[in-house]
């Protein structure tokens, strides 16, 4: 009799397996894209449907205040005189001691000639040392400034398409605000739910055939990357996601599907 049950039970679950479930075609990143700083874009590089990189340019805010800043930093960064003037001036002051030391020995200049030399050359190197430090801290400075300025630039996180541009030139945005959103369609996540019955019967990295819907059509072949492992009670049924290699971005997403995973 358990045999029997067991059986039918084995029987029940295999027609499942075979059978094509309801899928859909998701994008597998979904971001909204904004701006680190308040400010008035100049200039937006991308549109609805374009393709886009990571790290690829989408909007540039007004930033003549900071490229100012910059300028002027770089120049003090850049600027070797007050590092060389101190340098000079204490490789003087160095050899007018070493004179004065050779003539004390002589008895030719007396001990408060060589001591007021050797204060002379403590203070050169302390102002070669403050010159010095000057110029790391302009380094410093011009770096800071740099990265304000790049919070300027609003730039992609993904490669992917864009869904939608929020703002255009001209317009002012404020922190964090979105500008843009992006999609990332390679892979494709295909979501699907399935009867807990047939929950033991997959593991990650198993792969299935995805039929997308008209007018798309074809078969493709998708791996799981995640199952649930908390039900829906009320369906009875668990949660599937694979993911479909989409190289050329030739899928679209959002579409319905078919999967099967025999």
């Given at each position: 009799?358990?045999?029997?049950?067991?059986?039918?039970?084995?029987?029940?679950?295999?027609?499942?397996?075979?059978?094509?479930?309801?899928?859909?075609?998701?994008?597998?990143?979904v971001?909204?894209?904004?701006?680190?700083?308040?400010?008035?874009?100049?200039?937006?590089?991308?549109?609805?449907?374009?393709?886009?990189?990571?790290?690829?340019?989408?909007a540039?805010?007004?930033?003549?205040?900071?490229e100012?800043a910059?300028?002027?930093?770089?120049?003090?960064?850049?600027?070797?005189?007050?590092?060389?003037?101190?340098?000079?001036?204490?490789?003087?002051?160095?050899?007018?001691?070493?004179?004065?030391?050779?003539?004390l020995?002589?008895?030719?200049?007396?001990?408060?000639?060589?001591?007021a030399?050797?204060?002379?050359?403590?203070?050169?190197?302390?102002?070669?040392?403050?010159?010095?430090?000057?110029?790391?801290?302009?380094?410093?400075?011009?770096?800071?400034?740099?990265?304000?300025?790049?919070?300027?630039?609003?730039?992609?996180?993904?490669d992917?398409?864009?869904i939608?541009?929020?703002?255009?030139?001209?317009?002012?945005?404020?922190?964090q605000?979105?500008?843009?959103?992006?999609?990332?369609?390679?892979?494709?996540h295909?979501?699907?739910?399935?009867?807990?019955?047939?929950?033991?019967?997959?593991?990650?990295?198993?792969?299935?055939?995805?039929?997308?819907?008209?007018?798309i059509?074809?078969q493709?072949?998708?791996?799981?990357?995640?199952?649930?492992?908390?039900?829906?009670?009320?369906?009875?049924?668990?949660?599937?996601r694979?993911?479909?290699?989409?190289?050329?971005?030739?899928?679209?997403?959002?579409?319905?599907?078919?999967?099967?995973?025999?």
């Open positions: 009799m358990r045999l029997a049950s067991a059986l039918i039970c084995l029987a029940a679950t295999s027609v499942h397996a075979q059978e094509r479930f309801d899928c859909i075609m998701d994008p597998s990143m971001v909204e894209v904004g701006s680190a700083v308040d400010g008035l874009i100049s200039e937006a590089f991308v549109t609805r449907g374009d393709d886009i990189a990571a790290g690829q340019l989408i540039r805010l007004d930033a003549r205040v900071e100012a910059l300028a002027y930093a770089r120049e003090l960064a850049e600027s070797a005189s007050p590092v060389e003037i101190a340098r000079n001036r204490l490789e003087l002051v160095q050899r007018e001691l070493e004179r004065a030391e050779r003539l020995e002589t008895n030719l200049v007396a001990d408060s000639v060589v001591e030399l050797v204060s002379r050359r403590s203070e050169a190197e302390l102002e070669l040392q403050q010159a010095e430090n000057n110029q790391r801290l302009a380094s410093l400075e011009q770096r800071r400034v740099e990265a304000q300025l790049a919070q300027h630039e609003i730039r992609s996180p993904i992917g398409i864009v939608t541009r929020m703002m255009s030139p001209g317009e002012f945005v404020y922190s605000a979105p500008v843009a959103q992006l999609a990332q369609v390679d892979p494709i295909v979501e699907v739910f399935l009867p807990t019955e047939i929950y033991p019967q997959f593991a990650k990295g198993d792969v299935a055939s995805v039929f997308p819907a008209a007018p059509g074809g493709y072949e998708a791996t799981i990357i995640a199952i649930d492992r908390v039900f829906d009670a009320a369906s009875d049924t668990f949660g599937v694979l993911a479909l290699p989409n190289p050329e971005g030739a899928l679209p997403t959002g579409l319905d599907c078919e999967i099967s995973f025999e």
